[in-house]
């Protein structure tokens, strides 16, 4: 395939992204970030983000295991989630934090747990369109061609 | 021989001489002691005057005893000698009592005189007397009348004064009966109240227009009424005699009539009778005591009824206060319910602008025709704009409360005028509307304002006159208002004064469209009122435009309105609005209205030390990035601890994250102020925060934050707000 064909595909992959609400404005934001004095920020700051939310979605999974679930603990966790994801643009992932911190605000263990299985099926979405869109990125480096903004 | 002796007159009767001896002796003895008792009687008493007439009379009295005695001694034959002396004692005597008997005649009339005064004194002192016991009387009625009228003032409730009046007054003047009689409701009757002696008087009634109460009312002082009359027949008619009775009247006063000349209109009347069988009569100072106390009891009659007339109003204060703050609370729990409402409206209606936004804006990086690409432009100007039509939503009910604020910078007039006429001139072609913009030459190309808002305003009010023209011309005409054009005769309260820094700009929308009628004017600015005109039925709109534009005008303490002559006459638009003059050091620093040609490579801030406080590792990245792309040398720290140890007078700004739960950022600001003394010396602190709530601006302002910006910050926002924050020292984003 050729570097035009490839660049149009990842055009129109980031362009469904954000129609369907995986990212938002913020990552935008985050691509202007990058230069050439930066220019792996993107792939950093999302690699990052997957470290981050994996330790907090583990650490979430055990604390709503537990007999009496501590709901400040859980809390803390959801509102690190939400932040992290608002950082990056991951708008669904986002979403579903502000509601899952609803739950734990009313102490809600059902809630939560739904909410638990939500995020973590957000959450592997946009990691793989994420992934999907840097191994494009990634093809079109190597045919020579340049990222287009 | 003859002797010479002498011979008793008579001769001697042996029984009858005896007798006449023992009687001599006797009168002798008693003539004889008498002086030595006036001797002694007058030894005592040391005033008596007339002395020397005591010793003459005694003089008298002891020489009559002597002659008495030696008259003794001549019953029986006697010598010479003692009838010589016999002789003498009698021509004594009969010189001292001649001249007693001549001195008598001076002083028996001055002994009289004497006995005159004595009684005349006597009968003096008894009148005194009398007097004395009347004034005590007086005296103790005086003093009843205080305590009665003390008794009188100390209680408030109407029915005890009555009764304590008449108790009392029963008391003080021992009267039989004593009673009150107060007007009815109807004013033309006077009703037995209260009496002293019956418990429960039968409420019987008198008509008020007799003739002897009619005296009684017309005079201030206690009248002498006949027993017989209506009101004072009071106790069954029997064989006594009936005392005197005495009336008075009573002023009842009211409210209203607290003026000092003004005579109140209804009396009551209170009878007051003496004991019957009695011969007692009313005295003037008992008259005097009955009107005093009549007094009395008015005044302390119209205290009651003050005192009622205020525990009434009191209790309708409380509970109309009750129910303010019910209806305050109700309306607060709805503007909270309303404003949580806009929130989550406001929040759906970002979501597809957004996308909306970052769609137009990545289109417009592809490759398209000038055609395409002027659409895709006013595509996004469109968004931006409605991007702010949407927060102003959120405005408008922060407009209500008052915590809007205008984010005041120096703009290009000239260029939002333009804009303005780019914006509409595709809309108003296709209805065939020419469209003129006037500006006058004395306007300043720069002024100091909100840009944003009064293009809003200038735009919804072109957008309107465009929408209710079907044909015709629309004229855009904007100038400098001086002072007499400043003043209008629409707004009479309106006085604007332009001053050094300012200037007012007037703007004039003149269309020939579908004209507004006279009685719809008022309501244009109303908010979600429509005028009911056929030819506006379909042109849509919420009808907030007009409300809100009055509101901003308002902020920007200009006046806003709308002429017209009548429908289909075309209606003229003007506004005025106060703006501030720009100078040439503000013109360097203007932001660009158009986001779309900025320099991603533009270094602002080279080598501007920059702290970042962030738990969250992606979050703190990403500000990182943010200012590292700004030419920014930007240290991090995870830790509000960590953040103290590492802050150093080298840090210019701190940017710290404070929407964490558990992490007190502004503690750590305050600590941070205490480590710094010298404000030139401290670094700028800053608060990043999600939370767009009132409190958290209010509380980062409370521990002396320098500013507060808004998660997400995209990278135009940072840099603007670094230099705003660089250049003032100070920056809080309305948030």
Known sequence: MDVVQLQRQLVDYRTSLYHEGFLDEQFTQLQELQDENNPHFVVEVVSLFFEDSERHLNELTTAL????????????????????????????????????????????????????????????????????????????LTAGGSIPM | MECNCFEPQWPADELLMKYQYISDFFIALAYFSIPLELIYFVKKSALFPYRWVLVQFGAFIVLCGATHLINLWTFTMHSRGVEVVMTTAKV?????????????????????????????????????????????????????????????????????????????????????????????????????????????????TVPIHLPVINKVFSSSHAVKISPNCPVARLRPAGKYIPGEVVAVRVPLLHLSNFQINDWPERYALMVLMLPSDSARQWHIHELELVEVVADQVAVALSHAAILEESMRARDLLMEQNVALDLARREAETAIRARNDFLAVMNHEMRTPMHAIIALSSLLQETELTPEQRLMVETILKSSNLLTTLINDVLDLSRLEDGSLQLDLETFNLYALFREVLNLIKPIASVKKLHVSLNLAPDLPEYAVGDEKRLMQTIL?????????????SISITAFVAKSESLRD????????????????????????????????????????????????????????????????????????????????????????VKLGIADRLNKSKLPFMSKVSTNHGLTAFPGLKVLVMDENGVSRMVTKGLLVHL???????????????????????????????????????????????????????????????????????????????????????????LSDLLEHRLLFEAI
């Open chain 1, 65 to 140: 295991e537990q007999q009496s679930v501590d709901f400040r603990r859980v809390d803390a966790h959801v509102h690190q989630l939400k932040g992290s994801s608002s950082s990056i643009g991951a708008q669904r992932v986002q979403q579903v934090c502000i509601a899952f911190r609803n739950y734990c605000e009313e102490q809600n263990v059902e809630g939560c747990l739904e909410c638990l299985q939500q995020v973590k099926h957000e959450y592997s979405l946009v990691k793989t369109k994420l992934e999907s869109m840097f191994q494009l990125e990634q093809q079109i």
């Open chain 2, 92 to 204: 004594l005597t009969a010189v001292v009592s001649c001249a007693t008997a001549l001195m008598l005649v001076h002083i028996i009339p001055d002994l009289l005189s004497v006995k005159i005064r004595e009684l005349f004194l006597k009968n003096k002192a008894a009148e005194l007397d009398r007097e004395m016991g009347l004034i005590r009387t007086q005296e103790e009625t005086g003093r009843h009348v205080r305590m009665l009228t003390h008794e009188i003032r100390s209680t408030l409730d109407r029915h005890t004064i009555l009764k304590t009046t008449l108790v009392e007054l029963g008391r003080t003047l021992s009267l039989q009966e004593c009673a009150l009689w107060m007007p009815t409701c109807t004013g033309l009757e006077l009703q037995l109240s209260y009496t002293l002696r019956q418990q429960n008087p039968v409420g019987y």
């Open chain 2, 460 to 472: 919804n009010i072109v957008g309107n006159a465009v929408k209710f023209s079907k044909e015709g």
């Open chain 2, 489 to 576: 005769s629409q707004a009479p309260e309106f006085f604007p004064v332009p001053s050094d820094n300012h200037f007012y700009l007037r703007v004039q929308v003149k269309d020939s469209g579908s004209g507004i009628s006279p009685q719809d004017i008022p309501k244009l600015f109303t908010k979600f009122a429509q005028t009911q005109s056929t030819a506006t039925r379909n042109s849509g709109g919420s009808g907030l435009g007009l409300a809100i534009c009055k509101r901003f005008v308002n902020l920007m303490e200009g006046h806003i309105w709308i002429e017209s002559e009548g429908l289909g006459k075309g209606s003229t638009a003007i506004f005025i």
């Open chain 2, 631 to 721: 030419g920014c040398d930007v240290t991090m720290v995870s830790s509000s601890d960590e953040c103290l140890r590492v802050v150093s007078q080298e840090h210019k700004v701190v940017l710290m994250d404070v929407c964490v739960p558990g992490i007190d950022g502004y503690d750590i600001a305050i600590r941070i102020r205490e480590k710094f003394t010298k404000r030139r010396e401290r670094p700028l602190l800053v608060a990043l925060t999600g939370n767009t709530d009132k409190v958290a601006k209010e509380n980062c302002m409370r521990v002396g934050m320098d500013g507060v910006i808004l998660k997400p910050v995209s990278l135009d926002k940072m840099r603007s707000i």
